[in-house]
Structure formats: structure tokens, C-alpha cells
């Protein structure tokens, strides 16, 4: 009996200690972390990412087809405008060139024998008219000279459309011809070869294979091309100014400005968004920038120097009532807004805040806080469930804690 009694009393005993300790914390409520509104500066940036790519290059590619006999650079190579870059087998390309002259020939000394028939019939239709003057020979015959007039004057008119059709037929044997020796079309460096000598390569578009031979760039002037999203586009202008960084440069930022914007949108497969095209010039590109590198960008789109900001985490959205009090978000007299909480007498106060420009960690807010007001930043945790008129109390910092708030603004780093 003695020992239920002592069985009975510890079990008494731990039930007050663990009430005491109920009612100690939520006499405290919350632990939260809060931090002051101040002054500093705030830059919004669009982050996107794409790859490194000369503003001008041209893919060389075959009008003929043939085998390359001739290819007298190599990948990497600086070229010069007008420079000989790939010569093609021009035997075949010949032999058709001649041909097309002989055929013109040909067709200009049948123009020449129509010429004669025609001054022939011309001569014959005057003596027949004078004898027919005479009454020496009919009407008939007069008619039949000129007939033969008539026929020789459409014989010539078909000649000479002929020469002008073995002409065209020439000229194009004769462009052919040239188009066995591909050219430069401007000074930069072959940054890409898809061919070897031997090969045959063939006209056509640029996803068959065989018909891109190589592509001459102007590396003088890089892009960093990236597509942004359609939420994010709509802040990207033209002029902006551009970070640019890249793994193969280590810490070192490059710097742009955007010069494009595509009109038009692409939808990402992979997502389901529609993605804009942006392209940003490299102001000074560092020598060791290659085509098709990644590139991280961040387009700085605006710019608050002296912005009352606070931590990014702190703003809330909730539904408030026509007086600014939080209602659920399912009464009908509710709206949603943007809010923050400060704490007076060690208990929330809901208060709603017109938001500006933000950065990854700290946003402006224009309306509703003044500067060295405290507001609720985190734990995340708590605050997404965070009241109105709720009991809390401020989170002991250490050294460590407040160096880590300074850095970060306080905003509870989650890790899920």
C-alpha cells in the first residue's frame, strides 16, 4: 500500500512540475526575433541566368555541293574580311560553266543566221511588191512574201529570247563557280570549325549536317544572353546596368548594360512560364570570356538610397476588416493585405505596411513603419502563424546572434 502511495505522490509531483512550466512559458508566450526598421540602400535586381555569346557571328555555310580541297585555317584563328577560308572541287562546276557558254554561243549565231533570213525576206517582199504594182504577179504572192517577212521577224524575237535565257544560265554556272571559294565576310576569329578537309559538304539549312562548315565571330564585343521571366520582365529596360559573373573567373564581377529585350516570349517546356530573351553587353569583357559560358546576371532595376527597410521575411499577408483588424481570411468583409507585427506590452500588434523595391534580404516599406521601429522578423515558424494580440517575447541574443543579424537583417535562415 505504502509504495502505490509513493507511486501516486511522484506522478502528483511531475504533473505541478510540468503545469508550472506550461504556465511559466505561456505566461512569456512566442519566442520571436525582432529587429528595427533603418535607414539604407536597397537595389532590386532580376536574376537570370544564361551563356556567354559574341553580338556578331556569322555560320559559314556551303551554297554548292562538293568536297572541301582546300581549308586553310584552323579553330581559334584570327581572319581578315575577304580572307579564303574554304575552297570546294571546281571540275564539275567548270565543265558546266563552258557548257553554258558554248550553248550561248551557239544561240547568238542563230540570232545572226535569223538576221540574214530576215534581210533575205525583206529584199524578196520589195521586188514582189514592185511586180506587184506591175500586175506581173497576184496577191497571193505579194501575201506569201510578206509571210515570210512576218516569220522571220518572230524567228529573231525567239532568238534573242533564247540568248537572254543561256546568259541567265551562264551567269549562274558563273556564280556557282565562285561559290566554290568561300570568303571572310569580316574580320574576327573562327571560334568554331565543323568540318575537315575531304569532307563533302552540301547546301541547306543549318540543322543539316554538312552545312554549317564553320562560324566567324567579332569577340570584341560579348553578350550575355538569358531569358527572364514574364513576371520579372516588365521591370528590365533598356540601359540598365548589369552584373555579370562567371564560374571560369572566380570571384570577379563583369559589368553591362542591357541593349535588348525580345517582344515576343518563349514558353519553358520543362516549367510551363514564358521566358523573354534579354540581351546584356559586356562593357569590358575580360580576354579570357569564351563563347557558350555560363553567366549569372543580375539587372539592376531601381535603386531607394535612403529606403526605411526591413527584413524581406517580416512582411505577412493578412486579411484585415475596414478598421485594420485581422479577421479570418474566410469573412466576407475581409481583405488581404501586406502586414508586419510590432510588439507593445509583450503582445503582437498587427500592423499593415505599403511595401517598395527589395533586394534578397531587406524590403522597402513607404508607408505604415517609422524608423527604429521593431518588428516581428522570425522564426519562420512562428511567424507564418503568427496573431494579432498574441502573447511573445524576444529571443535572447548572444555576440554571434547580433553579428548575424546585421549581416542578414535577422531573417531566419530555413533549411527544409
Not at 558563273?174 to 566554290?180: F, G, P
Not at 516549367?271 to 579570357?288: E, L, S, Y
Not at 499577408?317 to 509583450?346: I, K, P, W
Request: glycine share 6%.
Amino acid at each position: 500500500m505504502k509504495k502505490y502511495l509513493l507511486i501516486a505522490l511522484g506522478v502528483v509531483v511531475i504533473c505541478l512540475m510540468v503545469w508550472a512550466s506550461l504556465r511559466e512559458s505561456g505566461g512569456k508566450g512566442k519566442e520571436v526575433i525582432l529587429q528595427k526598421t533603418k535607414i539604407r540602400e536597397i537595389s532590386s535586381r532580376v536574376k537570370a541566368t544564361g551563356e556567354i555569346t559574341p553580338e556578331k557571328k556569322v555560320e559559314i555555310s556551303a551554297k554548292v555541293v562538293g568536297e572541301i580541297i582546300n581549308l586553310p585555317v584552323v579553330e581559334g584563328q584570327e581572319v581578315t574580311s575577304g580572307q579564303l577560308l574554304v575552297e570546294i572541287e571546281r571540275d564539275l562546276y567548270e565543265a558546266a560553266r563552258n557548257q553554258a557558254r558554248a550553248a550561248l554561243r551557239q544561240a547568238e549565231v542563230s540570232v545572226r543566221r535569223q538576221e540574214v533570213q530576215l534581210k533575205d525576206a525583206q529584199r524578196n517582199m520589195k521586188r514582189v511588191a514592185e511586180l506587184r504594182e506591175q500586175g506581173l504577179v497576184s496577191q497571193e504572192v505579194l501575201d506569201g512574201a510578206q509571210l515570210a517577212v512576218d516569220t522571220a521577224e518572230v524567228d529573231i524575237e525567239a532568238q534573242v529570247h533564247s540568248v537572254d535565257q543561256y546568259r541567265s544560265a551562264l551567269d549562274r554556272t558563273e556564280d556557282d563557280l565562285a561559290r566554290t571559294s568561300i570568303r571572310s565576310p569580316m574580320d574576327g576569329i573562327l571560334i568554331q570549325l565543323d568540318a575537315e578537309q575531304g569532307e563533302t559538304v552540301v547546301p541547306g539549312s543549318t540543322n543539316l549536317p554538312g552545312s554549317v562548315i564553320m562560324t566567324v565571330a567579332d569577340m570584341s564585343r560579348l553578350l550575355a544572353e538569358v531569358e527572364v521571366s514574364e513576371v520579372d520582365v516588365v521591370n528590365v529596360e533598356l540601359g540598365q546596368i548589369a552584373e555579370i559573373r562567371l564560374d571560369a573567373l572566380g570571384d570577379k564581377t563583369q559589368f553591362g548594360h542591357v541593349v535588348e529585350i525580345a517582344t515576343s516570349g518563349r514558353r519553358d517546356p520543362t516549367q510551363g512560364t514564358i521566358r523573354f530573351a534579354v540581351k546584356v553587353v559586356i562593357d569590358d569583357p575580360d580576354p579570357a570570356l569564351r563563347p557558350a559560358m555560363t553567366a549569372k546576371v543580375d539587372i539592376l532595376t531601381a535603386t531607394a538610397e535612403n529606403a526605411l527597410a526591413i527584413p524581406i521575411q517580416a512582411v505577412v499577408s493578412r486579411h484585415l476588416d475596414d478598421e485594420d483588424n485581422e479577421v479570418d481570411s474566410d469573412d466576407a468583409n475581409g481583405e488581404e493585405f501586406d502586414v508586419v507585427y510590432t510588439v507593445a506590452d509583450n503582445k503582437t500588434v498587427v500592423t499593415k505596411v505599403v511595401t517598395g523595391i527589395s533586394d534578397d534580404l531587406w524590403v522597402e516599406i513607404t508607408e505604415g513603419l517609422d524608423e527604429g521601429t521593431a518588428v516581428v522578423s522570425g522564426p519562420y515558424r512562428t511567424l507564418k502563424n503568427l496573431e494579432d494580440d498574441e502573447a511573445v517575447h524576444e529571443k535572447e541574443k548572444d555576440e554571434d546572434d547580433a553579428e548575424d543579424e546585421e549581416d542578414s537583417g535577422g531573417v531566419e535562415v530555413r533549411v527544409e
